[in-house]
């Protein structure tokens, strides 16, 4: 094993102290994106130079880059070949995001179809587990048709996991792309079709219900103390029946940052990394 797997690396850092910042750098990564900001790999590496090699193959896996299966957490931990992590058998891949992947899979002791939600393996650690915790806590306080809700979690086993309710459909960004395509004969048409491009009053009404039932799902969640952080069109899932389903991208509000442990620890690393940012060398 690497040092950053089992102890401190050659720097002297813990596995736990290289998680973390890689876990900054998701946060970081991600609050860019969605603010417009194009950073570089080297600006990146200038803000975590004591976690390079782990800031950049996890930057390679989030722009778009294949990384080997052999890096997740259901491989590396199980190393079965039918791929299955607890009662769950793995069946394709859904996505992945800056903290692990969602896979269809299989619950072979009640015979249904969920969303299984795994941390990869760079994540598994005490703080990364207490946050998927506190993730799976909040989504499991949501109770609305239009959310996608939590049936199971384990949390503490080797492979960590949520379980999620499986919603089939296609995402919104496929069905409007998909009915503009069809509409101009460049693809064949994709179901459900609602009508992204209404042509009477009957066919606007429907579109704006759509759009009614996403907002009233939003708000359930917000009146709960939950906040959806990733709302676009490929988490938002149009079912066969043409209804809207919010996908994960969860996480609750702190309301107490000032007692929070994690908050604490979160704002004593980003002030390290402003004092290294601001340091002659950079």
Same mark, same amino acid.
């Given at each position: 094993m690497t040092g950053t797997e089992n102890g401190p690396n050659g720097n002297g850092r813990s596995a736990e102290d290289v998680s973390a910042d890689v876990y900054d750098f998701v946060t970081d990564f991600v609050e860019d994106r969605e603010a417009g900001r194009v950073r570089s790999l080297s600006d990146y590496l200038a803000r975590f130079p004591e976690a390079q090699e782990e800031v950049a193959a996890e930057y390679?896996?989030?722009?778009? %880059?294949?990384?080997?299966?052999?890096?997740?957490?259901?491989?590396?931990?199980?190393?079965?070949?039918?791929?299955?992590?607890? #009662?769950?058998r793995l069946v394709k891949q859904l996505g992945r995001g800056g903290q692990g992947e969602v896979w269809l899979a299989d619950d072979e002791s009640l015979g249904r179809r969920v969303a299984l939600k795994l941390l990869t393996a760079l994540f598994v650690s005490e703080e990364r587990r207490a946050r998927f915790r506190r993730e799976a806590?909040?989504?499991?306080?949501?109770?609305?048709?239009?959310?996608?809700?939590?049936?199971?979690?384990?949390?503490?086993?080797?492979?960590?996991?949520?379980?999620?309710r499986y919603v089939p459909g296609v995402d919104l960004g496929a069905s409007v792309d998909g009915a503009r395509r069809w509409r101009t004969g460049d693809?064949?048409?994709?179901?459900?079709?609602?009508?992204w491009i209404p042509s009477n009053r009957g066919e606007l009404?429907?579109?704006?219900?759509?759009?009614?039932?996403?907002?009233?799902?939003? %708000?359930a969640a917000h009146e709960a103390g939950v906040?959806? #952080?990733?709302?676009?069109p490929g988490n938002i899932m149009v079912t066969p029946e043409g209804?809207?389903?919010?996908?994960?991208?969860?996480?609750?509000?702190?309301?107490?940052?000032a007692s929070c442990a994690a908050c604490r620890a979160r704002a004593q690393r980003s002030k390290k990394r402003s004092t290294r940012a601001s340091s002659p060398r950079f």
């Open positions: 390679l896996r989030m722009t778009g %880059h294949e990384m080997p299966r052999a890096e997740t957490a259901a491989t590396s931990t199980t190393g079965d070949e039918d791929d299955r992590v607890g #009662r769950y806590e909040s989504i499991a306080r949501l109770e609305h048709p239009g959310l996608a809700n939590v049936l199971e979690a384990d949390i503490d086993g080797p492979v960590p996991y949520i379980a999620m693809a064949a048409r994709i179901e459900p079709l609602l009508p009404a429907r579109v704006l219900r759509f759009f009614e039932r996403c907002a009233r799902a939003l %708000h906040l959806h #952080r990733d709302v676009k209804e809207p389903v919010l996908l994960p991208g969860l996480t609750s509000r702190c309301r107490t940052p």
